[in-house]
C-alpha cells in the first residue's frame, strides 16, 4: 500500500491550500484517513481525518477553516485549508488505517488492518 500525497506550496497568511491523498494497493476497506502535521521543533499533531461512515474529527486549532472529506471509491482524502496562519505553516503527513488484501485465492479472504503514513509535504504561510 502506498499513500500518494498532492497539493501543500507556499501561501500568504488568509489564503487557502488544498491537500489531496490517494491510498493505492490491495486495499480490502478504509477505516479512517486523514492529514497531521509537524512544525519544526514540535510533536506531530493531527488535523483532520474521516472515517469510512463520514465522521470526522478536527483540530481546535483548525476548526472552522478546515474542512475534509473521504472518497471511499478512489480511495482520496482531501483537505480544504482557508483562512491560513502562520502559524499553520507545517509538513504536512497524510494518514490512513486500512484493511489490506492479505490472500484472496482460497475461499477465506485474507486481510490484515495497519497504518500508513505518505511522505509529508510541506505547507509555508507567510504573514
Known amino acids: 500500500v502506498q499513500l500518494q500525497a498532492s497539493g501543500g506550496g507556499s501561501v500568504q497568511a488568509g489564503g487557502s491550500l488544498s491537500l489531496s491523498c490517494v491510498a493505492s494497493?490491495?486495499?480490502?476497506?478504509?477505516?479512517?484517513m486523514g492529514w497531521y502535521r509537524q512544525a519544526p521543533g514540535k510533536q506531530r499533531e493531527l488535523v483532520a481525518s474521516v472515517t469510512d461512515k463520514g465522521s470526522t474529527n478536527i483540530a481546535d486549532s483548525v476548526k472552522g477553516r478546515v474542512t475534509i472529506s473521504l472518497d471511499n471509491v478512489k480511495n482520496t482524502v482531501s483537505v480544504q485549508m482557508n483562512g491560513l496562519k502562520p502559524e499553520d505553516t507545517a509538513v504536512y503527513y497524510c494518514n490512513a488505517e486500512l484493511y489490506v488484501i492479505e490472500d484472496d485465492s482460497g475461499s477465506d479472504l485474507q486481510y490484515y488492518g495497519m497504518e500508513f503514513w505518505g511522505k509529508g509535504t510541506q505547507v509555508t504561510v507567510s504573514s
Open positions: 494497493g490491495r486495499i480490502l476497506n478504509i477505516l479512517h
